[in-house]
């Protein structure tokens, strides 16, 4: 389980978000794997990389979803390899808060491309606009993903739970969402076969003629604060910097009240 190998840096990146890792007595436990029965090959795919015995089975039964789910299952008992997970941030029982992205180095891409495939979607919205997005409710893999997709997009998010479920929804749409699925499902690379082909069809997508392009925020620089900072005015400072009165009065509140850090002095 080298995860600066591709292929393991996206499996754990999945099991860390759709696996469960259960612990018994004498050291007995399993690592249980349940998908869609449509995505069996994918735990074929982790039984190939995994050099210790495991099973795949398939059940149908009845969910809050669906009268009848046919599912695939994939079953792990080993010791050695559920240590070897635990050790590298698959925690044992209930992990859906507390999962992070590993410490070390790791291929970041196929890690992200693993979390996304299990709790994340790929396509296009109702009005047929390309999306890609996630649903988690761990802090630290929702700050990630905003943080990783800043570098590859440029586009900055925050995160904030929903008040209905206390989970995190990242969604990235229209070029955005075309640049990251670009990156996160190369040619080759492991993956859900219906995700990566999903990926392939909004690359297509051409914004419609008139449509207004999104809107990128421009960012603070340490200057520009000291600026503001300095003229305490608004709109003195918004006509200095060629910004609104309104982005420099609520630039300089998030100043005053610590929500950004002050700039250096010089």
């Known amino acids: ?32 794997v349940e998908i869609s029965a449509r995505d069996i090959d994918l735990l074929r795919k982790f039984q190939k990389l995994t050099p210790y015995n495991s099973s795949i ?4 039964r009845s969910t809050n979803f669906a009268e009848t789910a046919h599912s695939a299952i994939w079953t792990l008992c080993s010791l050695e390899a559920r240590t070897k997970l635990n050790d590298l941030g698959l925690p044992y029982g209930r992990k859906s808060k507390t999962i992070a992205p590993p410490h070390g180095e790791f291929s970041r891409r196929d890690y992200m491309r693993g979390v996304i495939d299990a ?19 761990s802090t630290a893999i929702g700050t990630y993903l905003c943080h990783y997709v800043q570098e590859v997009t440029g586009a900055e998010r925050s995160i904030k739970r929903n008040a ?34 999903a990926a392939k069809s909004i690359a297509t997508w051409l914004r419609p003629s008139g449509m207004r392009a ?23 400072a918004a006509e200095k910097l060629g910004r ?7 630039r300089g509140w998030r100043l005053r009240t610590g929500q950004v850090p002050m700039p250096d002095p010089q």
């Open 1 to 32: 389980m080298d995860l600066t190998v591709p292929e393991y840096a996206y499996m754990f990146g999945f099991l860390q978000a759709d696996g469960h890792l259960a612990q018994q007595s004498r050291q007995r436990g399993r690592l249980t």
């Open 57 to 60: 089975t398939e059940r149908t």
């Open 119 to 137: 709790d994340g979607s790929v396509g296009r919205t109702s009005k047929g606009f390309p999306s890609v997005s996630l649903t988690t409710a």
């Open 164 to 197: 209905r479920d206390d989970i995190y929804n990242v969604l990235y749409m229209m070029e955005i969402a075309q640049k990251l699925s670009a990156h996160l499902y190369y040619p080759g690379c492991l993956s859900l076969d219906r995700k990566h082909a």
């Open 214 to 236: 999104a809107h990128t925020a421009r960012r603070w620089e340490e200057w520009e604060d000291r600026v503001l900072l300095e003229l305490n005015s608004p709109s003195a």
């Open 244 to 250: 609104t009165a309104q982005s420099c009065n609520l």
